[in-house]
């Protein structure tokens, strides 16, 4: 079912993720509740989690309010995340699969840790896409290095860290 409302990119959509395109908005919600479901997995959406994702849509998207609105009020604990990424389809020129596998560890690292939990829902989420293990790794490290190369910026620019 497709409402007709969508989200506007924002230059930074494009610097970071290359979103050059209108995103529909009901895809984006169920996108939003995978990465809920996921980053909940361990029984808890930890509100720094949740504020790590809303503040990355306040950065892609141009008045993304309603947006924010919808996904506060998501029931995620009650998805069937299969089910919800069928319903996921970007066109744009990036794997929207691995950038939301991407996010989702972003999303459930946001709060200082990583639960099994939350690793497991991201191996399973990634199976259900069809992205391989070493892929998965892969993303891991990358964020684990993007948090490090902040740390250090922070550091080197002798603010508390």
């Known amino acids: ?14 610097h970071k993720y290359n979103i050059t395109k209108p995103i529909d908005f009901e895809v984006a919600v169920n996108y939003a509740g995978a990465l809920m479901a996921i980053a909940g997995a361990d029984g808890e959406l930890a509100e720094e989690e949740l504020q790590w994702y809303i503040e990355e849509q306040e950065l892609l998207f141009t008045d993304p309010t309603e ?12 998805v069937n995340i299969k089910e919800l990424l069928g319903k ?3 066109d744009f020129p990036i794997n929207f699969r691995r ?3 991407y996010q989702a560890i972003k999303m459930s690292r946001a709060d200082g840790i990583y639960e099994d939990r939350e690793k497991i829902a991201v191996s399973k989420a990634a199976e259900i896409l069809g992205i391989q293990h070493s892929i998965v790794v892969s993303i891991e490290s990358l964020v684990e290095l993007e ?11 002798e603010t508390a860290v």
């Open 67 to 78: 947006y924010i609105e919808e996904i506060r009020s998501f029931h995620w604990k009650n």
């Open 99 to 101: 950038a939301m596998l």
């Open 147 to 157: 948090d490090t190369s902040d740390r250090l910026r922070l550091a080197l620019l």
């Open 88 to 90: 996921i389809k970007y």
């Open 1 to 14: 079912m497709n409402s007709g409302k969508i989200l506007q990119p924002t230059q930074y959509a494009k």
